[in-house]
Nanobody, 124 residues
Framework: QVQLVESGGGSVQPGGSLRLSCAAS????????MGWYRQAPGKQRELVAT???????NYANSVKGRFTISRDNGKNTLYLQMNGLKPEDTAVYYC??????????????????WGQGTQVIVSS
């Protein structure tokens, strides 16, 4: 069984920083791209940043220069360093693993996975 568990959310004042983590557990063989998405109240889920297995990154224009995505392939962990936070960054943040390949006693599988989300609130 594979799980993605996010941590690091919380409340912060504008201009502050937070670091989100997403740990993937299970008998994981490999993971393709991983990414962070967010969903604000009343809005659709949107892409924040993605990172390929080789380390190539992509960011939404709204977070470029403020957020940094990284991953530790050995630990199957994804990170998002968020600096210069703004009230409009308030949302539930979700991590995603694209083409996560794992094996279990019943066989080997290639699926996409989402974490349960972690709340980020930016307010004075």
């Amino acid at each position: 069984q594979v799980q993605l568990v996010e941590s690091g959310g919380g409340s912060v004042q504008p201009g502050g920083s937070l670091r989100l983590s997403c740990a993937a557990s299970g008998s994981i063989i490999s993971v393709n791209a991983m990414g962070w998405y967010r969903q604000a109240p009343g809005k659709q889920r949107e892409l924040v940043a993605t990172i390929s297995s080789g380390g190539n990154t992509n960011y939404a224009n709204s977070v470029k220069g403020r957020f940094t995505i990284s991953r530790d392939n050995g630990k199957n962990t994804l990170y998002l360093q968020m600096n210069g936070l703004k009230p409009e960054d308030t949302a539930v943040y979700y991590c995603n693993a694209d083409h996560l390949y794992y094996c279990s006693p019943s066989g080997c599988y290639d699926n996409d996975y989402w974490g349960q989300g972690t709340q980020v609130i930016v307010s004075s």
